[in-house]
């Protein structure tokens, strides 16, 4: 099965997290193979998900990925005033 960067997108937390079935993450690895964004996504949420697990687990809401880059920007241009 072919699955696009949103799909992707949709179950990358579980996928860091181990609790995507089989064949989805066959199906996941072969699009990140292939796909420099998804690559990338996949990275920073796996960054944002240790920071988040040194104390505590948190639940990622669907859509978490939009409102995370927003928030990374503002964060950048808060510690980067120049
Ligand atoms: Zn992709």
């Given at each position: 099965m072919k699955?696009?960067?949103?799909?992707?997108w949709e179950h990358i937390s579980a996928?860091?997290?181990g609790?995507?079935?089989?064949?989805l993450r066959a199906d996941i690895?072969?699009?990140?193979?292939?796909?420099?964004?998804c690559s990338a996504v996949?990275?920073?949420?796996?960054?944002?998900?240790?920071?988040?697990?040194?104390?505590r687990v948190f639940e990622l809401p669907a859509g978490y990925?939009?409102?995370l880059h927003a928030r990374l920007d503002r964060e950048l241009d808060l510690k980067d005033p120049g």
């Open positions: 699955i696009d960067c949103k799909h992707v996928y860091i997290d609790e995507v079935d089989a064949a690895d072969k699009h990140l193979e292939t796909c420099e964004i996949l990275d920073s949420t796996r960054n944002v998900v240790v920071l988040m697990a040194d104390d990925s939009e409102r």
